[in-house]
């Protein structure tokens, strides 16, 4: 995704001793820590984070086949994301996904990633995890992992020529009690259609209660299912308190899933909120006044 501009104009005369800030020698531990640990929910951010990197990768390779993910089980618990895209190299290890703010998307809004977070956010569930690369005909094996002294280590611990097509599969130890699955499945009911298997099967979708347009639709949304009105962009639902105001008149029992081309908000570095910025405030103006039009429309109809 391309990142938004500067809301903010800069300007003035002062003159004097100019020092452009920048991070303390030393703080880069630190700063990693801070980065990793980011997360409010870490299980979902482990479905998150690494499925959007998957299907951005499948969007690079032109691939409309279906990610996979499998939720933990007794005889295999690991949360598992399977990917046929691009692939990784050793290569892109050492200069991209070891790096964090490292990101090849950032000049596109075809694809939904940019920050160069979110391939290491399972370090914030899990100690360790795995991540099988394929490409060109060669298998890497990584261990990624967080270190007694607090640092992150990607280990390249095996390579080996393969026939397997390029992807990337990314595996991750569950605790005991965990409830991936439940939140997966609550996850991809925001895909589309056809692009994510859970368990070998498509998620179960979007009960609809009534729908106001192509991307904006009215779900039914009682105490029990707990959906809140959100803003979707890039199959990422994001909670827009701004939308469920009584001033737009959404009906009870309902909430509001308006689907947004990638690019037309922006969000937090963690991705579980939207950034309010100019951009991100202009966008949900215009989704009120859209909702507004729209709603007395369908009960026109």
């Excluded at 020529?161 to 569950?174: C, D, L, R, Y």
């Excluded at 605790?175 to 179960?204: C, D, M």
């Excluded at 009960?207 to 192509?214: F, Q």
């Amino acid at each position: 995704m391309i990142p938004a501009k500067l809301d903010r104009k800069v300007s003035g005369n002062l003159q004097g001793d100019r020092i452009r800030m920048g991070f303390a020698e030393g703080a880069e531990r630190h700063l990693v820590q801070m980065l990793t640990d980011m997360y409010s929910d870490p299980e979902k951010a482990c479905i998150r984070e690494t499925a959007t990197n998957a299907l951005d990768s499948h969007i690079e390779a032109a691939n409309t086949a279906p990610i996979e993910v499998t939720t933990p089980s007794p005889l295999s618990p690991y949360l598992t994301v399977k990917d046929f895209g691009v692939g990784l190299s050793v290569e892109d290890i050492h200069q991209i996904f070891s790096k964090y703010g490292a990101s090849t998307k950032r000049d596109s809004n075809a694809v939904t990633g940019m920050l160069g977070i979110g391939c290491k956010a399972p370090l914030t569930y899990a100690s360790q995890f795995t991540v099988i690369g394929i490409q060109n005909g060669v298998r890497t094996v990584v261990a990624v992992s967080r270190d007694e002294d607090g640092s992150n280590v990607m280990t390249i611990v095996d390579t080996a020529a393969t026939k397997e097509p390029n992807g990337v599969e990314v595996s991750i130890p569950a605790r005991a009690g965990h409830t991936f699955e439940a939140k997966a499945r609550e996850f991809f009911s925001y895909w589309q259609t056809g692009t994510v298997l859970i368990n070998g099967q498509p998620p179960k979708e979007l009960t609809v209660g009534l729908e106001l347009s192509g991307d904006m639709t009215l779900i039914t949304a009682d105490r029990y299912t707990n959906r809140a009105s959100v803003v979707v962009m890039g199959n990422v639902p994001y909670p827009v308190e701004e939308l469920a105001t009584q001033e737009l008149g959404i009906p009870y029992g309902h909430a509001l899933v308006a689907r947004v081309p990638v690019g037309t908000v922006d969000f937090a570095p963690s991705r579980e909120a939207l950034y309010l910025s100019k951009r991100t405030k202009l966008a949900i103006e215009k989704l009120k006044a859209d909702f507004k039009a729209e709603i007395k429309l369908a009960v026109e109809r």
